[in-house]
C-alpha cells in the first residue's frame, strides 16, 4: 500500500540547475543508452538529476524495466518521486553507472565530491564494468583543483589528527566545510566531516596519499579511472 499522501512527490531540485540546456543534451545522450533490465548506478548532482528526468521519461513511454543503486539520500528521493525503481548495492551489482564531476583534466582525472557522495560514488565506479562521467564544457579544466578543492571525508573523532597529517601534503589551505541552512559542519552521507583541501598542484600520487591517512574515509580524487566522458558533443 503507499502512502496517500507522500511529502517525497512534492520535492524539486534544491538548487537552481545552471547550464540547464548543456545538461538536457548530456541527459538525453545517457538515457539513451539505458536497456531493458539494466541496473543502474546513479550518481550524485544535477546532472545526474537530469538524466533521471529523461530516463523516467522513457519508463514511462516506453514501459522500460530498470533499477537504480543510487549514491545519496537526494538521488534516492529523486527515483522515488519519479518512479524509478530502487536496488540496494549489497544485492545488486550495476551494469554500468553513470556520474557527474566537478573537474575534469585532459587525462580523464577527477575531482568530486561537493554533493559529499565521493565515498559511495566511488564505490559504483569501481563496482561497474563501465562508467561515464557526464558533464558540460564548465567541469574541463587543465590542472585538477583549478575551481574546487580537494574534499576529504574524515571520520569525526580523527578530524584534528587528519588536518595535521595533511599538512605534510603541503596544501595551500584547509576548510572544514560548514552546513548551509543548519549549524555547524556538512555531516556526509555515513555521518562523517569533509575537510575541503586547496593544492596548487596534484601529483599523481596524492589520492593514495591521502587515502593512506588514518581516519580518511574517502577523497573525491579520481585519478586514473577507466572513465568514458559524455558530454554535449
Known amino acids: 500500500m503507499k502512502w496517500d499522501d507522500n511529502i517525497i512527490e512534492s520535492l524539486a531540485w534544491g538548487k537552481a540547475i545552471t547550464r540547464?540546456?548543456?545538461?538536457e543534451r548530456v541527459a538525453g545522450r545517457i538515457a539513451a543508452m539505458v536497456k531493458q533490465g539494466d541496473v543502474l548506478g546513479v550518481?550524485?548532482?544535477?546532472?545526474?538529476?537530469?538524466?533521471?528526468?529523461?530516463?523516467?521519461?522513457r519508463i514511462r513511454d516506453e514501459g522500460l524495466h530498470i533499477k537504480a543503486v543510487t549514491t545519496s539520500?537526494?538521488?534516492?528521493?529523486?527515483c522515488v518521486r519519479l518512479g524509478i525503481p530502487l536496488a540496494n548495492f549489497e544485492e545488486y551489482r550495476p551494469s554500468w553507472t553513470f556520474d557527474g564531476a566537478d573537474e575534469i583534466d585532459p587525462d580523464l582525472s577527477l575531482i568530486k565530491g561537493r554533493g559529499g557522495a565521493m565515498f559511495r560514488?566511488?564505490?559504483?565506479?569501481?563496482?561497474?564494468?563501465?562508467?561515464?562521467?557526464?558533464?558540460d564544457s564548465s567541469k574541463m579544466v587543465a590542472r585538477l583543483g583549478t575551481k574546487f578543492p580537494v574534499p576529504v571525508e574524515v571520520f569525526p573523532q580523527a578530524l584534528?589528527?587528519?588536518?595535521?597529517?595533511?599538512?605534510?601534503?603541503?596544501?595551500?589551505?584547509?576548510?572544514?566545510r560548514m552546513a548551509e541552512k543548519k549549524d555547524g559542519p556538512v555531516i556526509t552521507e555515513n555521518g562523517n566531516l569533509i575537510l575541503d583541501v586547496w593544492f596548487d598542484a596534484i601529483p599523481s600520487g596524492t589520492e593514495k596519499a591521502?587515502?593512506?591517512?588514518?581516519?580518511?574515509?574517502?577523497?573525491?580524487l579520481f585519478i586514473g579511472y577507466p572513465v568514458e566522458i559524455v558530454d554535449v558533443g
Open 43 to 57: 550518481g550524485s548532482g544535477s546532472t545526474c538529476y537530469m538524466a533521471l528526468l529523461a530516463i523516467a521519461a
Open 73 to 78: 539520500l537526494e538521488i534516492t528521493m529523486a
Open 160 to 176: 584534528t589528527y587528519v588536518g595535521h597529517a595533511l599538512r605534510e601534503l603541503s596544501p595551500a589551505e584547509i576548510n572544514l
Open 20 to 23: 540547464k540546456e548543456e545538461k
Open 121 to 135: 560514488e566511488k564505490l559504483l565506479i569501481n563496482s561497474s564494468p563501465k562508467a561515464y562521467i557526464i558533464a
Open 210 to 220: 591521502i587515502k593512506s591517512i588514518t581516519g580518511v574515509i574517502e577523497s573525491g
